[in-house]
């Protein structure tokens, strides 16, 4: 591990705690996560050590929060699952793109589409906060696997950032989950990408097991109180945290594509 003053882990460890809640309410814990990382590291470190930490420690949280979804709310697990190993495949496909595509690219084009899901949040103010519609059909089980699997997958591995976000919109529209069930089966489909991605930077040997393993705790922390809070609260506060969390994504790819 390489050096790293107490102040700092201190620092990630707090990041870690936050990243995990957001994520277990709405998604989108990368968004804190992996740009501390990248900062906190020492300036030599390469990028991928950064990424790879960051899934050690993410996939905890996720799946402390799948868990606790899965104890207390009305999850169809093997639907989330079955959208998990086509996320898992999409993933794949979209990190093999991602070597000979430029990123800015799409940055501007995801920066609109967020836009309009904000708009369309906010003018909807039922979307989301109706009691889930009972067991999906097989065409939006289909439907599901497409879009939010396959190709919210896709995205994951070609850029990232809001992975979460984008999966928790998808199964509400298409499978007509109020935003709590939603959240939580977004958590088990993050589980099957994250367990791939993290299989694949173990191999390559770019993970800071012991920094991976502190930050974890929290993060575990972070993102079981993430999903009691999301269950006591209700889907009407989801929405406030989804709306939140899809400016802060729309700040951050801006910052990124005309400021960085």
């Known amino acids: 591990m390489p050096d790293i003053s107490l ?22 814990g990368g968004l804190l996560l992996l740009p501390a990382l990248l900062l906190g590291l020492p300036a030599n470190t ?16 996720t799946t402390g929060a799948a868990v606790t979804y899965a104890r207390k709310a009305p999850v169809d697990v093997r639907t ?16 093999f793109f991602a070597a000979g595509m430029s990123t800015d690219v799409l940055k501007p084009v995801i920066m609109v589409v967020l836009l309009g899901v904000a708009a369309f949040v906010i003018l909807k103010p039922a979307f989301g906060t109706a009691p889930a519609a009972g067991p ?24 990232g950032p809001g992975t979460g976000t984008f999966l928790v919109l998808a199964l ?10 939603a959240s939580a089966t977004a958590k088990i489909v993050n589980c099957c990408t994250n367990a791939g991605a993290l299989a694949t930077f173990a191999w390559q040997g770019t993970v800071l097991w012991q920094l991976a393993a502190l ?33 802060a994504l729309v700040a951050n790819l801006a910052y990124e594509q005309w400021l960085a």
């Open 46 to 61: 390469p990028a991928a050590y950064a990424l790879g930490t960051n899934k050690a420690v993410a996939i905890v949280g």
């Open 172 to 181: 509400t529209a298409v499978l007509h989950l109020d935003l709590v069930a």
């Open 215 to 247: 930050m974890a705790v929290f993060n575990l922390a972070g993102g079981t109180l993430g999903a009691h809070t999301a269950l006591k609260q209700g889907s009407r506060f989801v929405r406030v945290v989804l709306l939140t969390v899809v400016f």
């Open 7 to 28: 102040t700092l882990v201190v620092v990630l460890c707090t990041a870690a705690l936050a990243a995990g809640w957001i994520d277990a309410v709405v998604g989108g």
């Open 136 to 159: 999906a059909g097989p065409r939006r089980i289909l439907a599901a696997i497409g879009l939010a699997g396959l190709g919210i997958g896709f995205y994951d591995g070609l850029v």
């Open 80 to 95: 989330a699952v079955r959208i998990g190993l086509a996320a898992l495949a999409g993933s794949s496909a979209g990190a």
